[in-house]
């Protein structure tokens, strides 16, 4: 996975923090539909995901309509509930306007 390429600020980020609970439970497969269905959803920036003993999944969006619209899709509305259900301890999600940001690539 590479860092996402935002644009330019100002942009908005949501913060995933999760606890997952024991054993996969269709999690994995259920990660990428909904990552690629991001994807699709206007307003989407990119994302970056990692996961040790906790998860952190940050995306980032032009605005907190897009957010909003992402938050409201039947699907992800689905996978959310799954999430409830089967496949967290405990969550929490932030969401950030980003004012500005700056970056270092080696050549």
């Known amino acids: 996975m590479a860092v996402a390429q935002t644009g330019a600020a100002p942009y908005y980020a949501v913060i995933f923090t999760s606890v997952r609970t024991d054993g996969d439970d269709g999690y994995d497969a259920m990660s990428h ?3 690629e269905a991001a994807q699709k959803q206007p307003g989407f920036l990119g994302v970056e995901s990692a996961r040790e003993d906790i998860g952190i999944t940050v995306s980032y969006w032009r605005d907190l309509e897009s957010i909003a619209a992402w938050k409201a899709d039947a699907a992800h509305q689905i996978a959310q509930r799954r999430g ?5 301890e405990e969550y929490v999600t932030r969401i950030c ?11």
Do not use: G, L, P, Q
């Open 84 to 88: 409830r259900d089967s496949w967290y």
């Open 97 to 107: 306007k980003v004012e500005r940001d700056y970056s270092f690539k080696k050549a």
């Open 33 to 35: 539909i909904m990552m």
